[in-house]
């Protein structure tokens, strides 16, 4: 019956439009599905008048007794098609499960063609609240998109929606009223650097602080004992971690108690993978303990592991130092049990990906995102290279500033003049590391910059790819395939 509608709808519109075939659902005697022109993508609802209320969009023609309305992707539609399809955010029921964040709000459908090879749990909505900011989207954006590439892609899954690096309640609170079901909190604003503060400071904070009578009766001289490793916390250790973290364990509490009397059921994870310190394994223990002493129930953890974790290259350190800290970390978490670890910037980390699977025992949540946005920009350069180069030199114009909150220590100098790159090899420019880091943290300034009002790129973005649909999803597919595949347990 769907075949006859839809063939019906292609006779009528002599193939004006490109059907998303995977789309095309029925609801009782209604058929939906995704379309798109040269410029945009709609949802065809071919139903009762009833039915078709329910949305705004236009009306443009007839078949059987059943109107045919053409509707915006807009939010309002979003949410009919969430309500009449349960097309929700769930929390995680696996064992390893993958962030697909998406900058541009256009990966979604290549990102759930990955899922049934892959025994993961997607979070299909993962946006940081620092790429919001720069991207000028907000969380509702965010989840609109994904469900709308889940609807044309017709995947039928549970997937997640991650709050990411979230510093403010407020932000919080607006996640949680759009739906989400993952909130990731970073209070590394409130982890103490004390090698850059006055000891002196230190220890008028530890000896007046209200908790430390408590915390040393808990923790002093005690040994935490694992399969092969053994941690005792003597007094000077306990010292240096309280007055590390005490801070940011409270932020912590505060923040999941607001999430606790809002919702009922969702993922908490905290986030310290960006400080400057890596977390060591008594600070390991301690943190997990706090944490659970003040009733804080998270699901995650992404500690700041050792070595260098920047974004859109791989891991920079000692791979068999980082294998020793992780043996032991994984010990404790598999001690201390009922959470996984979380590994952020895991885009292109993919030396470390079968140390995590091993030691995590596959049980495990990597986060991924400029690397979408990176396999788009690949589409950009191999579609017009022309509208690559310019990006490319604005990008140039814009590191300096766009680091100074992800610290990658790319040499732009090094990257090759883009004008004398001739056009059929600019795409190899994505190729190159430091051209990597340029393009990936300069996302923001590329995508919001306007020249008298007008978008300086994301309009032409947007077009080529929409243009270069087939091409950015296969591109998509593969990267993110490669991340996939290493994952595999
Ligand atoms: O760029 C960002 O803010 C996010 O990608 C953020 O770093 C995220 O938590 C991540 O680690 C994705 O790789």
Known sequence: MAENIVEKFEKLFKGKYKIYYSSIRKL???????????????????????????????KIGRINDLDILMCPTNDYNCKVIRTLFNINPSVCKKN??????????????????????????????QQSVRELSRTHRNFKDVLDSAIWGIFESGYEGEFGADADHVKDINDLMQAAYEGYSMYTVDPSDHVKNI??????????FYKSHPLRKEIEMIYSGKVFSFEKSKFTMEDKELFRIFVTYV????????CYEAIKNTKKNFDFEVSIDETSIPTSPLAHIFIVHELRRRG????????????????AIDYIGDLSVLESELSMHCEIVKSLSGYRLSLHSGSDKFSVYRIFTHYCDGKLHVKTAGTSYLEAIRTVAEASPSLYRNIHKYAL??????????HVT????????????????????????????????TYGSVLTEKINGKY??????????HENEFLHYKRIRDHLGKHLELLKN
């Open 247 to 254: 801070d940011a364990i409270e932020h912590v509490v505060k």
């Open 28 to 58: 009782e005697k209604s058929f939906f599905f995704m379309i798109r022109d040269q410029k945009q993508k709609y949802l065809i609802s071919i139903a009762k008048k009833r039915i078709c209320e329910k949305f705004e969009g236009k």
């Open 410 to 441: 790319a040499d732009i100098n090094k990257i090759p003049d883009v004008d004398n790159v001739e056009d059929s090899k600019v795409v190899n420019l994505l190729d190159i590391p430091e051209v990597r880091q340029l393009i990936h943290i």
């Open 296 to 311: 804080v129930d998270f699901q995650t953890l992404a500690l700041r592991f050792v070595g260098q974790w920047q974004k």
């Open 96 to 125: 390893t499960s993958f962030g697909f964040g998406d900058r541009l709000g256009l990966a979604t459908p290549a990102h759930t063609t990955l899922i049934n090879k892959y025994d993961v749990f997607p979070v299909l909505a």
């Open 456 to 465: 300086l790129f994301r309009d032409e973005i947007y077009r080529i790819l």
């Open 195 to 204: 090698d850059k503060i006055n000891q002196g400071e230190l220890v008028e």
């Open 397 to 406: 114009t814009c590191f300096e500033k766009d680091n100074t909150s992800y």
